[in-house]
Nanobody, 134 residues
Framework: VQLQASGGGLVQAGGSLRLSCKVS????????????MSWFRQGYGKEREFVAS????????HYGDIVKGRFTISRNHAENTVHLQMNRLKSDDTGVYYC????????????????????????WGQGTQVTVSS
């Protein structure tokens, strides 16, 4: 399976970006539509931290306190893609953003019950750089 993240770039504080993560292949016979998905980010010199997650159906979402109210996670099953819409960006949002597939939780797990640490995920995208200038 491959996770391809894109959409990062340089933006001024207060601006917006939309990240995408396209998933191809299968994990243990399961296709993208059966995986809960998450976004994490890692600032320079910092640990990777949880940003947002979405259930396999897209019916439930969960956000880290640091982005709640500003970011929105969504998924498009027809395109095998999960998106992260980021609004009102701040300089603290600068970092490399990674998408991750949850291959261990049951497909119908609500987003708020999914893992929020890096140890909970085995499949990762390559990351896309987001830089917010103040």
């Amino acid at each position: 399976v491959q996770l391809q993240a894109s959409g990062g770039g340089l933006v001024q504080a207060g601006g917006s970006l939309r990240l995408s993560c396209k998933v191809s292949g299968r994990i243990s016979g399961r296709t993208f539509t059966r995986f809960p998905m998450s976004w994490f980010r890692q600032g320079y010199g910092k640990e990777r931290e949880f940003v947002a997650s979405i259930s396999w159906s897209g019916g439930s979402t969960h956000y880290g306190d640091i982005v709640k109210g500003r970011f929105t996670i969504s998924r498009n099953h027809a395109e095998n893609t999960v998106h992260l819409q980021m609004n009102r960006l701040k300089s603290d949002d600068t970092g490399v953003y990674y998408c991750a597939a949850d291959s261990t939780s049951p497909p119908n797990t609500p987003a708020q019950d999914l893992g929020i640490t890096t140890d909970d995920y085995y499949y990762w995208g390559q990351g896309t750089q987001v830089t917010v200038s103040s």
